[in-house]
């Protein structure tokens, strides 16, 4: 029997280990054979024999799967060794890439809601009527819905013109108190220097109990932000008009290019306009079934912000895709 033990040790291989194997422990192996030869010993004899026998069947089976196993990792490694890739080699074409301007800027506006503790919200890109317009205060035949020019599809449905849908769909699946950002693309009829038929807003709501949410937490939160996003500017709120709040104001910030003396970007005024916002007008509690609750709203154009800060002229040069643009975005 010794010379199977070192048949098995000195095996170079799996298939010659299992060679092996079958001549110990196949039909006509050696096993089979001194099992076939007991048969014929004195009876006295035979337990002694089997016993013998049983302690070499299980040595020498649990030294061959020692064996495969050590080979099989050999095996193993040289193949993993001479079918490496290597990664790593240094390629001289290969340059860095950037994130796009409007990507960055769209990740550092979700940073800070998130760190005030909004949650992020997303709702569909095809939106109907309700949820477009109905809900947020702009029945049919409102002259308001002018100020969106719509791509519609079939039935009532439609490319979202604002990311303000979302507003209605988490109160309808959601109880009080809400703090949410909704970011996401939005789509008008819209093509010139500032304007793209895509484009992405970051909507804001926040709703609590009735008379918990002034228009002063909503001055605090933007001041903040927009100081956040441009470092020392001065903000200004100016009031305005949007369906689904009241009072509404349109925010501006000091112009960052002028220092607020005039200049071309921001035609000679001195300031920017960066955002809408408003305290949620009561109608819009209604559309979704809230009662005792008040709460303000806001939203923001992504590639106004991501224009300003990388003092890009052309808004349609963020989506044209040309690679000089995102070089210097490095
Ligand atoms: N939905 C408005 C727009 O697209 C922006 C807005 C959102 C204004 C929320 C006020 C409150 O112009």
């Not at 194997?21 to 035979?46: C, D, H, Q, S, W």
């Not at 013998?52 to 095996?75: H, V």
Request: glycine share 6%; with cysteine.
């Amino acid at each position: 029997m010794k010379e199977w033990y070192d048949a098995i040790k000195t095996a170079q291989s799996v298939e010659k280990l299992e060679e092996i194997r079958i001549g110990i422990f196949g039909k006509k192996g050696v096993l089979a054979k001194e099992f076939a030869k007991m048969k014929t010993a004195p009876n006295e004899e035979k337990a002694g024999i089997a016993k013998e026998l049983n302690i070499y069947k299980s040595d020498l089976m649990s030294l061959l799967s020692e064996c495969k196993m050590n080979l099989q990792t050999q095996e193993l490694s040289r193949a993993m060794k001479a079918e490496a890739i290597d990664v790593s080699l240094y390629s001289q074409q290969s340059s860095r890439g950037a994130l796009h301007p409007v990507n960055e800027t769209m990740d550092k506006i979700v940073d800070y809601f998130i760190s005030m503790n909004f949650t992020v919200q997303t709702g569909p890109m095809v939106e109907d009527d309700f949820h477009n317009f109905e809900a947020l205060n702009l029945p049919k035949y409102h002259p308001a819905r002018d100020m969106q020019d719509t791509f519609y599809f079939k039935d009532e449905m439609l490319l979202r013109t604002h990311t303000s849908p979302v507003q209605i769909r988490t109160m309808l699946h959601t109880t009080p108190p809400i703090r949410m950002i909704a970011p996401g693309s939005v789509f008008r009829r819209d093509y010139d220097l500032t304007h793209t038929p895509m484009f992405h807003q970051v909507e804001g709501l926040l709703v609590d109990k009735e008379g918990t949410v002034s228009f002063a937490n909503l001055k605090y939160i933007l001041e903040d932000f927009l100081k956040y996003m441009f470092g020392e500017v001065a903000v200004r709120f100016r009031p305005s008009f949007f369906p689904f709040t009241e009072p509404s104001a349109e925010v501006d910030i000091s112009c960052i290019f002028c220092k607020g003396d005039g200049c071309r970007v921001c035609s000679k005024t001195g300031w920017l306009e960066v955002l809408g916002c408003g305290i949620v007008d009561s109608n819009v509690f209604d559309a979704v079934g809230y009662k005792d609750v008040s709460g303000y709203a806001f939203g923001l154009g992504v590639e106004r912000f991501a224009m300003l800060i990388h003092h890009i002229g052309d808004l349609r040069s963020l989506f044209e895709g040309d690679i000089r643009l995102l070089e210097q975005m490095k």
